[in-house]
């Protein structure tokens, strides 16, 4: 900063001058102490490296050259959009962990809701007779009972119930089984799908596994989330096959036969839900993860598991109206 003149009429400085009088030196006022430009009675002989300013220890933050007062790092910060797109670039599994807590948050709602022990031991409670599926339900507001005398308790035509089955488990056991197969597959194709559409070959295979139950299931009520991770599963291997990959020489292949086994000789599964979901997620896979050497038209990978869902709902709507 400048220094000041010396004050009009001052005779001498009071300084030693080199070669004679001290009279003549314009040095000879005293600089006024800098101060900060945030606390003005605060002395400080530091300065901002970006602007200049003078600035005490406690405005200034350390910077990569120097130090820089409070103004200039909060200038230098991006705005709360591309801190945003930063934070999300950072989350590669995004969709898959927000699915996971949407389930798990379902779950911890339905034992708050209902306080039943039954929703930990894997028995129907009010919640599964509300949100879960089964075609008797959406086609007359009744469910057979093991005296094979419907039970009336709602109205006909909850289409709701096509998706929210898919958030809604039947004990712990079941609830865990699915958030793992979730969790392991969910990274390998939300990175390569994206998002977007990640969520609706979710959605797609959800819908699908729903479609299956009204196929193929008959009578008791369906809940869970397999649908849409047996979706995951298949799509997963369509997406080796598609590139050149036998799918069952890996672990992928392996686990959907295995678990394909389990649901045709294990009772209690909901076959129509796996199955469903399984040829939902393959077909929107087979045009989704096409190869490199062989790409699809971007807007493609979109209309399909768009056209899978939609067919899905308006299969299922026929089926329960013809029933």
Known sequence: MPLPPPPPGSGSSGLPQPG????????????????????????????????????????????????????????????????????????????????????????IGVLLWTRDSDALAGRSTEAHFDFGLAKSILADGTLPSTRGVPIQFTEPGEWYRLVTSGFMHFGIIHIALNMYFLYVLGPLLETPLGRVRFVMLYVASLLGGSLGVLILDQGGLTAGASGAVFGLMSAAA???????????????????????????????ISIGGHVGGAIAGALCATVMLAPGHKPMKAWATYATPAAVALISVVLSVLIVNAA
């Open 238 to 268: 369509v997406g080796l096959w598609r590139r050149g990959v036998n799918p069952f020489s890996t672990s992928i292949g392996t686990t959907l036969l295995l678990n394909l086994f389990l649901t045709f000789f294990i009772g209690g």
């Open 20 to 107: 004679g009088s001290s009279a003549s030196n314009p040095l000879g006022a005293p600089a006024a102490p800098a101060t900060c430009y945030r606390h003005p009675n605060t002395e400080t002989g530091r300065r901002c490296t970006r602007c200049g300013k003078s600035a005490c220890n406690r405005c200034l933050t350390t910077a990569a050259i120097g130090s820089h007062c409070l103004d200039c790092a909060k200038a230098a910060q991006p705005d709360l959009k591309t801190r945003a797109k930063f934070w999300s670039a950072g989350q590669p599994n995004l969709i898959t962990m927000v699915l996971i807590g949407m389930n798990v948050a379902v779950f």
